[in-house]
């Protein structure tokens, strides 16, 4: 395969599909053809010489003639024939299928080497025949270029096919025939140079007008039933609007609804009441119209007006038919390869939508669904929703605490008591201070009498002193009643016991400061949310969501993210982020502890990037590790 490569590479070196060779070669067929005595002398002489112009490397003659398939074969020295083949026999079956010309190219992996595969029909019946070659195309000349050497191989693809009517028929002997045909194949050679569709047009009908010495000729593109002029002979543009161009469509699309060549003479019967306006109107100048098929359908329409003195040659105008039937296909892959892509797609998809049977409807009606459900699966957004696990939790939580160094005395709640304001949780014990407040106050009495002798005698200084010590006296009394007024613990509001096993506080020594008991308010709760940390990039406060209880599935309720942790905790095997939420909806019968599933709304992304995006980022640090 890599021999056959390099010389397909030499092949494309020696031999680009030049035009001006091409249309010297487009030329020679009908004179190959003519001077045949039998298929096998016309391949002899036609592929040497396809090979020797245009380069090609490999080619096929397929012909079907009373039940038999004649095939013939050509390749260039050094190329292995199995390496086309395959491509080669495609080209066959989509042509002989379709009963139209075919054109592929195909790509090497050497980015300089393209080979364009065309197969052209014989034309004279879906089953006659296919003309079939290889041949390398170059690709660093501008895409114009590219694509006037494709077309002009389709017409030498077209024409070779033709001209197997001529070597069946036999030689040709009528020499000025030979000679005008030769003639009429250089001038439509040399309008084959052009590049756009209205280019070609204009060169054909003015190169048709003065090798036939016709008054006009005029062009026209058939689809959908109906004409368009695309060139008129002696105008730079047609004015298509004007009562002329309005007759000439008119005898076009006569032609067109009968599907043949028409002709009127000036002196013939108006049976073709449009062809006879137009004959009318240019004082009986003699018209006939030619089809041009594209397999079996009719692409475009050929009007000729004679002078009123020239009669049509009904001979000359059957090898004009003849060889205008090489350049419709040639005229549409044209006009498809300038034609705008929307609107080629558009029509394309005019066409595939009317389908003539109910199964072909249902086919076309699944495929235009499955093509929807993927433009919107790749294209379409919808609301993203990171899932996950959440947590009823208390919005508050109050600690009870010892005010003072001492020794728990008693317990009077348990874990799970519903607790209001004022209600007494715990008490130190008051032993110590309760004898140290007697103390106190005995202390505080002595010396309030001792300043008062020392007032009663006079003695100030001595009054003074005493006082003084009883201000201290009494400030440590306060602080001791106020310790055993503090030694009971009581509920700030209403909340439950959070601690466990609280009655083994009794008989300890705490210290001041010192969390004795857990309440949990209960009637404000919010949520906790443990999303996983590949998710937690979508996740930012003020966020939305829905939440459910597992014990009430079909209970939803709103919520609304307050603030996302900073640090990950591993859970269940993976690693997840705490987010704290508030309930906004709803929140009657939570209770701290139940447990159940959010889902957090972070914006539309696409329905594609919903459904991969996990695999993708796995995926993207598997390849990256």
Known sequence: MSEAKEATSGAAQRSAVEPARAGQLVQQIPEIADRASSTMTFYQALFPKLSRELGVVYAVMDLNSSGQRDIKDYHAEGIDPSF???AIEEAVARSLSSDACEARVYGAKNAELRVAVIAAPFGEARTAGTFACAVPVTINRPAETVREQLLTLLSVARLASRSIRVVKEGPATNGTAQQGSGNLMEALSAASQQREPAELAIAMVNQLRSKLQCELVALGRARGGRVRLLAVSG?????????????????????LDLGSTLTLDADSAATYKLHAKVRDAAGGAPVATIPLRDGESISHLLTVRNKPDQPIDAEALKKLETVLQAYG??????????????????????????????????RRVLVLASVLG????????????????????????????????????????????????????????????????????????????RANQALSRQDRGQARIHQAQAEAIR??????????????????????????????????TVSLGTPLLE??????????????????????????????LESEPDVSRSLRVTRVGATANPMDRT???????????????????????????VGPRRACWVAFHRVIDKLRLWLWV
């Open 519 to 548: 309440l949990i308010d209960t009637n404000q709760v919010e949520l906790k949310l443990f999303v996983s940390d590949s998710e937690m990039r979508e996740i930012r406060a003020g966020l939305i969501g829905r939440f459910a």
């Open 235 to 255: 105008m730079a543009e047609p004015a298509r609007r004007s009562p002329g161009s309005g007759l000439l469509v008119g005898a076009m699309e006569e032609a």
């Open 84 to 86: 086309w083949r395959e």
């Open 374 to 449: 993927l433009l919107w699966f790749v294209f379409g957004t919808l609301t993203y929703r990171v899932p996950a696990r959440a947590v009823v939790a208390p919005s508050q939580t109050f600690v009870a605490s010892a005010a003072f160094d001492g020794r728990v005395a008693e317990v009077f709640v348990r874990k799970g008591d519903h607790v209001t304001a004022g209600t007494p949780l715990l008490r130190l014990d008051t032993q110590q201070l309760e004898a140290d407040e007697r103390r106190l106050q005995g202390e505080l009495l002595g010396e309030t009498l």
């Open 475 to 508: 400030a440590q009394l306060d602080l001791t009643q106020s310790r055993i007024a503090q030694a009971t613990v009581v509920a700030s509001g209403q909340s439950v016991v959070a601690s466990e096993e609280v009655h083994k506080l009794i008989g300890q």
């Open 575 to 601: 690693n997840v982020f705490e987010v704290q939420a508030i309930v906004e909806s709803n929140a009657d019968g939570l209770k701290p502890g139940m447990q159940g599933v959010a889902r957090v709304e």
């Open 329 to 362: 296909a040639a005229l549409r892959l044209l006009e498809q390869a300038t034609e705008n892509p929307l609107r080629a797609t558009l029509r394309a998809g005019i066409k595939w939508m009317k389908p003539r049977t109910k199964s072909a409807i249902a």
